[in-house]
């Protein structure tokens, strides 16, 4: 069975940062773009970030220059490294997996999905 599983989530200030980790199990995600979304109350769910399997990363505006995706295939993880949070990145952060490279960023769709984990920003 594929699976996708978050950690990472919490409550922390604004200003302050938090990592999440999302590590895959069943198969090989190594030749898979992976992602991040997220999906606030009341919202639909958007597009955060995504890395392709040769390392290309593409970011929403509203995160630009303070959240970084990395991976590491070795561990079949993907990361997100999110600083100067703010309460309007409140939300459940989700992982994801697809073997086409701008599925994810283009038209926000996934083969794989993780459960989500959630973050909260306190102002």
């Known amino acids: 069975q594929v699976q996708l599983v978050e950690s990472g989530g919490g409550l922390v200030q604004t200003g302050g940062s938090l990592t999440l980790s999302c590590t895959g199990s069943g198969r090989t995600f190594s030749n898979f773009a992976m992602g991040w979304f997220r999906q606030a109350p009341g919202k639909e769910r958007e597009f955060v970030a995504r890395?392709?399997?040769?390392?290309?990363?593409d970011y929403a505006d509203s995160v630009k220059g303070r959240f970084a995706i990395s991976r590491d295939n070795g561990k079949n993880t993907v990361y997100l490294q999110m600083n100067n949070l703010k309460p309007e990145d409140t939300a459940v952060y989700y992982c994801?997996?697809?073997?086409?490279?701008?599925?994810?960023?283009?038209?926000?769709?996934?083969?794989?999905w993780g459960q989500g984990t959630q973050v909260t920003v306190s102002s």
């Open positions: 890395i392709t399997w040769t390392g290309v990363r």
């Open positions: 994801a997996a697809d073997p086409r490279e701008d599925a994810m960023r283009l038209h926000h769709v996934a083969v794989y």
